[in-house]
Nanobody, 115 residues
Framework: QVQLVESGGGLVQSGGSLRLSCVASGIRFGIAVVAWYLQAPGKQREMVATSTSGGTTPYADSVKGRFIISRDNAKNTVYLQMNSLKPEDTAVYFC?????????WGQGTQVTVSS
């Protein structure tokens, strides 16, 4: 059974930092393309950052220079370090993993940034 379990969300003041974690099980994590998405209230889900087995990490323009995606294949875990958080970063953050043609999602973790 495939599971992606996110953690690390919460309430933080503007300018603060959070680190999200997503632990995967049931997939070949080492070859997976893993990504973080966010979904703000009333808006569509959008990609934040992606990590491939080759190490490329495209970022959304809105988070470039502030967010860093990283992965630990030995722990089947992908992280999202979020710095200089802004109120507009408030959203539910989802972990996503794609292995060949199969796509999996976590349940999401809420991030709220107060002004």
């Amino acid at each position: 059974q495939v599971q992606l379990v996110e953690s690390g969300g919460g309430l933080v003041q503007s300018g603060g930092s959070l680190r999200l974690s997503c632990v995967a099980s049931g997939i070949r994590f080492g070859i997976a393309v893993v990504a973080w998405y966010l979904q703000a209230p009333g808006k569509q889900r959008e990609m934040v950052a992606t990590s491939t087995s080759g190490g490329t990490t495209p970022y959304a323009d809105s988070v470039k220079g502030r967010f860093i995606i990283s992965r630990d294949n030995a722990k089947n875990t992908v992280y999202l370090q979020m710095n200089s958080l802004k109120p507009e970063d408030t959203a539910v953050y989802f972990c996503n993993a794609k292995v060949i043609s199969l796509v999996y999602w976590g349940q999401g973790t809420q991030v709220t940034v107060s002004s």
